[in-house]
Nanobody, 120 residues
Framework: QVQLQESGPGLVKPSQTLSLTCTVS??????????WSWIRQPPGKGLEWIGY???????YYSPSLKSRTSISRDTSKNQSTLQLSSVTPEDTAVYYC????????????WGQGTQVTVSS
């Protein structure tokens, strides 16, 4: 059974960089052909897709967040990392990592989510 766990600071100051890690167990992040995504949900709003890193290490980002987003991975630790720069209070959200069923962005495994608040 694949399990995902997000971790990182719960409070980030405006203009700083938000950094979160997704640790995967029960499966490898290099296994064909899975996409490992980051998704967030601001308070009172719907889910917003941030981007993904593929089994081969390719990345793709939401156009609206692309200029501030970087997703990387550490295959030795089986982890994916999200960095979002120049944060504002509008970046306050519950952040999730998720895995799809094989290159189709249909998410079948989710982490429990981690609350990130942007505030001074």
């Amino acid at each position: 059974q694949v399990q995902l766990q997000e971790s990182g600071p719960g409070l980030v100051k405006p203009s700083q960089t938000l950094s979160l890690t997704c640790t995967v167990s029960g499966g490898s992040i290099t296994t064909n052909y899975y996409y490992w995504s980051w998704i967030r949900q601001p308070p009172g709003k719907g889910l917003e897709w941030i981007g993904y890193i593929t089994f081969s290490g390719s990345t793709y980002y939401s156009p609206s967040l692309k200029s501030r987003t970087s997703i990387s991975r550490d295959t030795s630790k089986n982890q994916s990392t999200l960095q979002l720069s120049s944060v504002t209070p509008e970046d306050t959200a519950v952040y999730y990592c998720a895995r799809d069923s094989g290159g189709d962005l249909v998410y079948v495994y989710w982490g429990q989510g981690t609350q990130v608040t942007v505030s001074s």
